[in-house]
């Protein structure tokens, strides 16, 4: 939470501040402190650092990275998952500011979960956790501070008898551990569960009906998009080809997240593992991108790589 903070409050001196456009040979990428925007953002930026160009990630809250695209400090989001991010977008989308060029990931979902001892318990929908506020301590788990306005919304909505309720905001890995020690010690949890993530393998869980409204339909599934800032494709059209053309899937993104939090990987090496996994995938990245310096993009990616 200390690292989060930190990022959130350079993010916030970041989005105020006013910015000239960047040269493209540096490419900015940003992320809420999500596993799978950072094991995607990591290949990014190992692609785009094998073909000469320099890459980083910043770790933002959802708001602030978004108004940080629009200042002109952040270039990429890899991680517009639609339709649950839609309210913090859309206002951006109207005013044309910053763009969604491609899908990434189809079969993501997004909503809230419990173990399936307290499905098995009766608790399958919405509708049904108010009646057990006791066992659940009134609390509902949610990821960092600016990523939970679904979650909010929904409690305040008044439709689920749950306006007393605490919206317990942490990291993914802090939300994590909860349910760990919630599920090691048969106690009841309500928190936000997504895929692609190994928690799906990792805790014996069930996704809850009734957050339609509020997530989407189908257990609030998804596509996972790119976005750009307005006019980052006609500036850096060889960095803007490379991105819009990456794609990836549920079970590859599986995989990757597990290296991170299950085998204990940088998200860096987890990223690179997840290339060497998957050497095929950089055909279809790479067609018709060039280097930094205007080579061939896939020969130089694979002899940087050793691919």
């Not at 993010?11 to 456009?21: K, T, V, Y």
């Not at 890459?55 to 952040?74: F, K, N």
């Not at 910053?98 to 173990?115: F, H, R």
Request: charge should be negative.
């Amino acid at each position: 939470m200390k690292t989060m903070k930190a990022a959130l409050a350079t993010g916030a001196f970041l989005a105020a501040a006013p910015m000239a456009l960047a040269d493209c040979g540096t490419v900015r990428l940003a992320q809420p402190g999500w596993t799978d925007l950072a094991l995607t953002s990591g290949i990014a930026e190992i692609l785009l650092e094998s073909l000469g160009y320099e890459a980083g990630t910043d770790l933002l809250s959802i708001p602030i990275m978004y108004e940080s695209m629009v200042s002109g400090r952040i270039d990429a989001f890899l991680g517009f998952w639609d339709p649950a991010m839609q309210k913090y977008y859309a206002p951006y989308k109207d005013s044309g500011e910053i763009e969604t060029v491609s899908q990434n990931l189809a079969g993501a979902k997004y909503t809230w979960a419990v173990p399936a001892y307290v499905y098995d318990a009766g608790v399958t929908d919405f509708a049904d956790i108010a009646a057990h506020e006791k066992e659940f301590d009134g609390k509902l788990y949610g990821l960092s501070p600016g990523s939970n306005d679904s979650m909010v919304a929904a409690v305040e909505s008044g439709r689920f008898g749950l306006e007393d309720w605490d919206v317990v905001e942490s990291s993914e890995q802090g939300m994590l551990a909860q349910v760990a020690r919630a599920v090691k010690r048969n106690e009841w949890i309500v928190f936000l569960g997504w895929a692609p993530h190994p928690m799906n393998a990792r805790f014996d869980m069930r996704y809850l009906t009734g957050g339609d409204d509020f997530y989407g339909p189908d257990f609030g599934g998804a596509t996972v998009h790119t976005q750009f800032r307005k006019g980052y494709a006609g500036e850096c059209p060889n960095v803007a080809r490379l991105l819009e053309q990456l794609s990836f899937t549920v079970e590859m993104e599986n995989t990757g997240m597990g290296y991170i939090l299950d085998d204990g990987m940088s998200e860096r090496d987890a990223a690179m593992k997840v290339l060497e996994d998957n050497p095929g995938m950089l055909d279809a990245w790479l067609d018709g991108v060039e280097t930094r310096d205007g080579a061939p993009a896939l020969a130089a990616a694979r002899a940087g790589l050793g691919l």
